[in-house]
């Protein structure tokens, strides 16, 4: 997963039509569910939109809600069978310091022992740190889960971005 990835660099090129989704942070209020009822929603004749839609997702995918682990989980395992429909995007609490202290970390340890949970928390993050910054959907719109920094002024300043050196 973490090659697949951290090949795609920090700004993705995204064709159209695509339906862009915002935070899930583990269907907070909601049902785990609803994220696969968002998927039939965006299809056709009751079926699943996730084996015939693309999908761009603005990050923010685990914290707060208690089901962090299946929707991400979910997410990895559309973006491994079809990697060019589903696009993942990192948000701020794909950030370790962030999803440490705002829930993710602590599901897993409410679900696994200590040193397993450690280890799935690293490895989740692993992945995470080399989640794209950005997706321009059809060379016009550009998406990203926050704002650009002062220092960014062209599309090439986000594709130049170092991913690693965020870290």
Not at 70 to 77: M, R, T, V
Not at 97 to 119: M, T
Request: overall charge positive; some cysteine; glycine content about 8%.
């Amino acid at each position: 997963m973490k090659d697949m990835i951290s090949a795609e660099g920090s700004l993705i090129e995204v064709r159209a039509p695509c339906v862009i989704v915002g935070d899930i942070h583990g269907q907070n209020e909601f049902k785990y569910e609803d994220l696969h009822r968002m998927f039939v929603m965006t299809g056709k004749n009751g079926r699943s939109g996730a084996t015939m839609r693309r999908y761009l997702f603005l990050g923010d995918y685990v914290d707060r809600g208690p089901h962090s682990l299946e929707c991400i989980c979910c997410l990895f395992a559309y973006k491994l069978t079809f990697p060019k429909m589903f696009n993942l995007l990192r948000g701020n609490h794909e950030a370790a310091f962030i999803n440490k202290n705002y829930g993710f970390y602590q599901e897993l340890k409410d679900r696994f022992n200590e040193s397993q949970a450690l280890l799935l928390w690293k490895m989740f993050n692993d992945v995470f740190d080399y989640l794209p910054l950005a997706a321009l959907v059809q060379g016009k719109i550009l998406c990203m889960h926050g704002g650009i920094g002062p220092r960014l002024n062209k599309l090439d300043d986000i594709r130049n971005v170092i991913i690693y050196l965020l870290l």
